[in-house]
């Protein structure tokens, strides 16, 4: 499948390079077609990898990865263009972190709405799925990295779209995808990103992960 | 040991059961002393249990439970007194849900502040921990309902206090008690409820918890 991904930090270049490893054809998208992270990336992952702007990566893909940082994420879909979006599944994993008052961040947005409710605003014609935005990007693409049984939450109001991105998910070495329902639901998985930060600090790792028990 | 807890609905009468089948003498707080939700429930819990006014209960405990409603919370504590709390483990189990916009309820103070951080302001002299708010009431007294490895939380300032309520929890049941931090990490699991609430309606069960795989 063609996966356009958005945003070239560790994040984008994480699940790029574990798109490529199961078979897919990957651009990554920046500001300027000419990043040099993405540079160093599709150097990196062989004839499958390619680079671009925003707009080349979004209208390549098939699928497309919103890894830019919560901040610049409404942006950077703007410049990806709605054109390029419309009627693909848009799968959101980025957090809306304000590191502007110091550490620990806290989010620019909670509790009444959530990034990925405004992206789904903004863009009425993109298939909004927000997921993987609750664990380390190394967990994301190797889900057993992270020992015992642990989980990943979906979220998004089109059921093709979630169901397309639950079998990307699922070769990522998911076992347990939990539909948490409508994009109103990804309030909840952006509002762990406060108590993740913290069990980061409490475990000494960043290789923790969610699990329900139930 | 004696226990004071405020509040008699489902949270303080399962608490103050789980709490006198354990050994302690209880006594259940409320606006007014002949509340009939703590009479019936002393009827039914045998001499350890009694009831009174916030103020009775609280100074009666050595440790004092908050299970009342988080939007009335600070007023029930000022009504407990001060003086009464002053020294003692407080241990705050309310969520600030804000029930008055519909449902899922949101949170009427979140990212930036904490109702236990609002409590531990206003009754300096009081040791506030944060646990148990993140459940269901059955779990929080019987963990082993729900099945495999699930966690609890802490969060305060005062290394004994947290000690003392810790072993409280081993009595429980909880094996694991993850420990965040001060009385801010209560940011993250009051920013819990938004999630939890969805996965109550996910998995058709509040007998649910979080686990931490690490």
Same mark, same amino acid.
């Given at each position: 499948?063609?996966?356009?991904?958005? *945003? @070239?930090?560790?994040?984008?270049? @994480?699940?790029?390079?574990?798109?490529?490893?199961?078979?897919?054809?990957?651009?990554?998208?920046?500001?300027?077609?000419?990043?040099?992270?993405?540079?160093?990336?599709?150097?990196?992952?062989?004839?499958?990898?390619? /680079?671009? @702007?925003?707009?080349?990566?979004?209208?390549?893909? &098939?699928?497309?990865?919103?890894?830019?940082? *919560?901040?610049?994420?409404?942006?950077?879909?703007?410049?990806?263009?709605? &054109?390029?979006?419309?009627?693909?599944?848009?799968? %959101?994993?980025?957090?809306?972190?304000?590191?502007?008052?110091?550490?620990?961040?806290?989010?620019?947005?909670?509790?009444? %709405?959530?990034?990925?409710? /405004?992206?789904?605003?903004?863009?009425?014609?993109?298939?909004?799925?927000?997921?993987?935005? $609750?664990?380390?990007?190394?967990?994301?693409? $190797?889900?057993?990295?992270?020992?015992?049984?642990?989980?990943?939450?979906?979220? *998004?109001?089109?059921?093709?779209?979630?169901?397309?991105?639950?079998?990307?998910?699922?070769?990522?070495?998911?076992?347990?995808?939990?539909?948490? *329902?409508?994009? $109103?639901?990804?309030?909840? @998985? &952006?509002?762990?990103?406060?108590?993740?930060?913290?069990?980061?600090?409490?475990?000494?790792?960043? /290789?923790?992960?969610?699990?329900?028990?139930?």
């Amino acid at each position: 499948m063609r996966i356009g991904i958005l *945003g @070239t930090g560790v994040v984008g270049q @994480t699940l790029g390079t574990g798109l490529v490893k199961l078979g897919h054809e990957v651009k990554l998208g920046s500001r300027t077609a000419t990043n040099e992270n993405a540079s160093k990336w599709v150097r990196s992952n062989g004839p499958n990898a390619s /680079q671009g @702007t925003f707009a080349d990566a979004a209208s390549f893909g &098939e699928i497309v990865f919103n890894c830019t940082s *919560g901040e610049v994420s409404l942006a950077a879909l703007r410049s990806a263009g709605a &054109e390029n979006l419309a009627g693909k599944p848009l799968v %959101d994993v980025a957090n809306p972190l304000d590191f502007s008052k110091g550490m620990p961040p806290t989010l620019t947005v909670c509790n009444t %709405d959530s990034l990925a409710e /405004q992206i789904q605003a903004a863009f009425p014609d993109a298939k909004v799925v927000k997921t993987l935005n $609750t664990m380390n990007a190394a967990v994301m693409v $190797t889900s057993s990295i992270v020992p015992g049984e642990h989980d990943v939450f979906i979220s *998004g109001n089109d059921a093709d779209a979630k169901a397309r991105v639950t079998q990307l998910l699922h070769a990522f070495g998911w076992k347990h995808v939990v539909d948490l *329902g409508d994009i $109103t639901t990804a309030r909840g @998985t &952006e509002m762990l990103l406060p108590i993740w930060l913290r069990l980061w600090g409490a475990f000494k790792t960043p /290789q923790i992960n969610f699990h329900i028990a139930h």
